[in-house]
């Protein structure tokens, strides 16, 4: 069955979905058709009224909407309630600035006027991921929905429950019938809406592999896309730093969500200098982390999401010790019940070794020692991933400079926190392409119309 709710903690089958039929599925493609020809004349004041109320929803109901998800995945409660304050957050922010985003752009030609001016282009489906199932829901259709576009979602198979609790939101918040479309269907069925001319654009964030093969059908169809993939973003720690400031940004870096974050912070790369006080202080604090119920407010280390998850982490940690890595701490699965994986730290992580390629997505962290600041940087653009990254330094310049010298989609200077809806969020190489949040997330699926008014002679 594709879709089914299991707890992490305990194992526990909460409830279990069947795949829509084809029959239903032509129907909500219909519907969302229907509802994009009226949808797409609305007004941006019109559009912002649902979605200002979708969000005061999520305000409102935090701790359902919290409890659901760490039932599901096994987020921890704190940090599921940050994640539903900041899905309201994002879903405000575009009702209050896609007019503005969207307004028309006066061009100056040497004749005439001219302006660029922004239209919807219709049905979007988007393909999205477990780790955060209402903030990836929200950063799609905040922008999308408030551009003119609707929207039709494939959820992933382990938070069914998490994707109709978010269609419901915005029933609730007088969505029309087909502006956001919960679709519980299979991959075949998915690719049959890439397919489908009713469909004009294709949003995923997932893995390498998924990311492919979206976008291949995508391209086949000439549709655009985005693509929000994996990362292995490097933590460079130079030999000014404050590691008072930065231990514990290192530890949140790789342990919040359990370190299932596309833009965690997973390669340490620490001047030489610096590297054995670093790397004590930071193992003494990923030791001391303790399981437990992910709905108890003090515990510290919450599960894996799924069963298969832990399995395939623990599988990428004896592939890279058979290949000569070290495991400093961890490495093995926690001796209780529930998908929970003690924190691990690898070290001696040699180029050929499958360890130091791979994305690790999950409570464990790669540790590099390095001789400088040219070799942090050249050890960090030596990835085949591009998303985030972050330099810890008391020199901002310095901090500046390196920022400017890594081949990602974001850096951050002694701090790594990318939880603001102004920020554009997205990477290159592996990690994708397209940008999600602030300006740039609401430009992805509209359509640029050029517009040019002049009174001139045809050429001769």
């Given at each position: 069955?594709?879709?089914q709710?299991?707890n ?17 599925l032509?129907t ?18 019109e ?10 929803l999520?305000?409102a109901?935090?701790d359902t ?19 539903v304050?900041?899905?309201?957050r ?10 503005r985003f969207?307004a ?6 040497t ?12 049905v979007?489906?988007?393909v999205?991921?477990?780790n955060?199932?209402?903030?990836q829901l ?13 929207l039709?979602?494939?959820h992933?198979?382990i ?25 519980l269907i ?13 469909v004009?654009?294709v949003?995923?964030?997932g ?11 995508a ?5 655009i896309s ?12 130079l030999?000014?730093?404050d ?11 790789r ?9 965690a ?10 590297a054995d ?10 030791s001391?982390?303790k ?16 069963e ?18 070290k ?16 924190p691990?730290i ?6 050929d070794?499958?360890?130091f390629?791979?994305?690790f ?37 310095r ?6 010298a ?19 969020f ?13 300006d ?7 359509n ?13």
């Amino acid at each position: 069955m594709t879709y089914q709710s299991l707890n992490p903690f305990d194992g526990k089958t909460l409830q279990s979905f069947a795949d829509i039929a084809d029959a239903e599925l032509e129907t909500k493609l219909a519907t969302a058709q229907t509802c994009y020809e009226g949808w797409r004349l609305k007004s941006y004041a019109e559009r912002a009224t649902i979605l200002n109320k979708a969000a005061e929803l999520l305000h409102a109901q935090v701790d359902t909407f919290a409890h659901t998800m760490t039932l599901e995945m096994g987020k921890r409660i704190g940090e599921a309630r940050g994640e539903v304050e900041f899905s309201a957050r994002i879903l405000a922010y575009y009702a209050k600035n896609a007019e503005r985003f969207l307004a028309p752009v006066k061009l100056d030609p040497t004749v005439g006027e001219a302006h660029m001016e922004s239209s919807p282009i219709g049905v979007i489906f988007c393909v999205e991921p477990w780790n955060f199932p209402y903030y990836q829901l929200a950063r799609i259709a905040g922008p999308h929905l408030m551009a003119g576009n609707v929207l039709v979602v494939k959820h992933a198979g382990i938070v069914p429950r998490c994707a109709i609790a978010f269609e419901q939101l915005l029933i609730e918040a007088g969505a029309p019938a087909g502006l956001y479309t919960n679709l519980l269907i299979s991959h075949d069925q998915s690719n049959r809406i890439i397919d489908d001319p009713r469909v004009k654009g294709v949003a995923l964030t997932g893995s390498v592999a998924a990311g492919q093969s979206i976008a291949a059908r995508a391209g086949k169809n000439l549709k655009i896309s985005s693509m929000e993939l994996g990362g292995s973003d490097a933590f460079i720690v130079l030999d000014d730093a404050d590691l008072d400031h930065t231990i514990p940004w290192a530890v949140w870096g790789r342990m919040y969500n359990t370190g299932q974050t596309c833009c965690a912070a997973k390669r340490f790369i620490v001047v030489e200098s610096v590297a054995d006080a670093f790397l004590a202080r930071f193992q003494a604090v990923l030791s001391a982390l303790k399981a437990g119920d992910p709905l108890d407010e003090t515990t510290t280390l919450g599960p894996l999401s799924s069963e298969p998850a832990l399995v395939q982490l623990l599988g990428q940690v004896d592939a890279a010790v058979a290949a000569g890595a070290k495991v400093l701490i961890g490495g093995k699965r926690v001796d209780r019940p529930g998908s929970f994986m003690q924190p691990t730290i690898l070290t001696d992580i040699a180029p050929d070794n499958p360890a130091f390629r791979d994305e690790f997505f999950g409570p464990v962290a790669s540790f590099y020692r390095v001789k400088d600041e040219a070799a942090a940087i050249a050890l960090a653009n030596d990835s085949d991933f591009g998303l985030g990254g972050s330099v810890w330094t008391q020199d901002e310049a310095r901090g500046r400079r390196v920022a400017s010298a890594v081949e990602t989609g974001m850096m951050f200077i002694n701090n790594i926190d990318w939880t603001d809806a102004e920020l554009p969020f997205g990477g290159i190489k592996n990690s994708g392409y397209g940008r999600e949040l602030g300006d740039m997330g609401i430009q992805q699926f509209v359509n640029k119309k050029l517009v040019r008014v002049a009174k001139m002679a045809a050429p001769a």
